[in-house]
């Protein structure tokens, strides 16, 4: 409980950090563009949004007997396809990254959409059938922006995943989690801030630039770190009801979790 209570900490510390810098960023762009912009555009960007935008970052393993990597990502694309059609105004961006053992899924949605993709993941690792042993490793709830401007994949080369970020990784393997989890963040937001100079597909960018790609031995630390939720385990959490006491003035979580 310590731990995931210190994780929690770090990922809000870290989305406050992204906040102020966004926030900075955006007021450098009214003072450049003159007249052209107000201070009341820039904090009302987000209205754009026809949705409370939310953020999830999940990883996982693939099967040893995975032969074609890109039936994956054509699930995916499939999945996202028929979530279209379900929630016709919740746009689905985001970026799965299918390595040779591994995968790190970022999808930005609605909540509605999020909890479709986590339901599919936990009835996916039952079945056992495309991913093993999934993990959320982050959720972002309502972001200032989005990191991708659409929805794609990218099957990655076993030459492409051992220089990137985090490649070296921390020296101690054991209580690094949260460094683990920052520098995963932190790489997606460098990926961000390139596509937004480029104008490229991600798979493009990472084609040109191999050293923005998580390396997979970060990705393999967090799998095997317990104080990552899977998706049941979110699920469970996210339907429990709050027992609030009035002479304490606490709220906690029920003991006897529901299930989805």
């Known amino acids: 409980m310590a731990a995931s209570q210190k994780l929690n900490f770090s990922s809000r510390c870290w989305e406050s950090r992204q ?9 450098e762009q009214v003072e450049q563009e003159g ?24 990883i996982a393993r693939l099967p040893c007997d995975v032969a074609d990597r890109t039936e994956v990502g054509a699930y995916y694309e499939k999945l996202n396809f028929q979530l279209s059609k379900r ?16 995968l790190l899924h970022i999808v930005e949605s609605s909540r509605e959409v999020l909890v479709a993709v986590l339901k599919d993941l936990k009835e996916q690792q039952s079945d056992g059938a495309l991913l093993e042993a999934p993990k959320v490793v ?3 709830h309502n972001p200032q922006c989005r990191l ?19 490649a070296k990784g921390p020296e101690d393997e054991e209580g690094n989690t949260e460094t683990l989890l920052c520098c995963v963040l932190s790489a997606l937001q460098k990926l961000s801030e390139h596509l937004e100079t480029s104008k490229a597909l ?23 770190r317990e104080e990552l939720q899977n998706p049941q385990q979110y699920l469970q959490a996210y339907n429990s ?6 002479d304490f003035g606490q709220t906690i979580r029920s003991s006897c979790l529901s299930t989805v």
């Open 19 to 27: 906040l102020e810098e966004e926030q900075e960023e955006q007021v």
């Open 35 to 58: 007249d052209s912009a107000t201070m009341f555009d820039v904090f009302t960007a987000n209205m754009r949004e026809k949705i409370v935008l939310q953020r999830l970052v999940a």
């Open 87 to 102: 929630h016709t105004w919740d746009h689905t961006t985001g970026l799965l990254l299918i390595y040779p053992s591994c």
């Open 138 to 140: 982050f959720m972002a």
């Open 148 to 166: 991708f401007q659409q929805w794609s994949y990218k099957v990655l080369n076993a030459d492409q995943v051992t220089g990137g970020l985090g």
């Open 202 to 224: 991600p798979g493009s960018v990472l084609d040109e630039t191999p050293e923005l790609i998580v390396s997979q031995e970060v990705l393999d630390r967090l799998l095997a």
């Open 241 to 246: 009801p709050l027992n609030i006491s009035m």
